[in-house]
Nanobody, 124 residues
Framework: QVQLVESGGGLVQAGGSLRLSCAAS????????MGWFRQAPGKERGLVAA????????YYVDSVKGRFTIARDNAKNTVALQMNNLNPEDTAVYYC?????????????????WGQGTQVTVSS
């Protein structure tokens, strides 16, 4: 029902920045809490950042606090992840996901809809 398309991934040197964007269609975007996940080779997919329907009270995993910022624009049906001071450990496929929760959703199984992912590679 909800389609999510990520963009903005790429190759960047350590210390650099990237901005990921996720465009939603096919549903009422403001009815979904949103999250960004990442999955590195050989590792499980894990939550990076999450935001409530209203955009208040964002959540960040400890490893990205102070470096990443999640923001949503309900008028444009988009959610973005600004990533600063990137390091090689941030290399992964990044996924945008939508959850029917009102507040932030922290668990992978709370998300019903997923994008196809975008690759982020950080070179040392």
């Amino acid at each position: 029902q909800v389609q999510l398309v990520e963009s903005g991934g790429g190759l960047v040197q350590a210390g650099g920045s990237l901005r990921l964007s996720c465009a939603a269609s096919g549903g009422t975007f403001s009815n979904y809490a949103m999250g960004w996940f990442r999955q590195a080779p050989g590792k499980e997919r894990g939550l990076v950042a999450a935001i409530s329907r209203s955009g208040r009270g964002p959540y960040y995993v400890d490893s990205v606090k102070g470096r990443f910022t999640i923001a949503r624009d309900n008028a444009k049906n988009t959610v973005a992840l600004q990533m600063n001071n990137l390091n090689p450990e941030d290399t992964a496929v990044y996924y945008c996901a939508a959850s029917p929760r009102v507040l932030v959703a922290l668990l992978l199984n709370e998300y019903n809809y997923w994008g196809q992912g975008t690759q982020v590679t950080v070179s040392s």
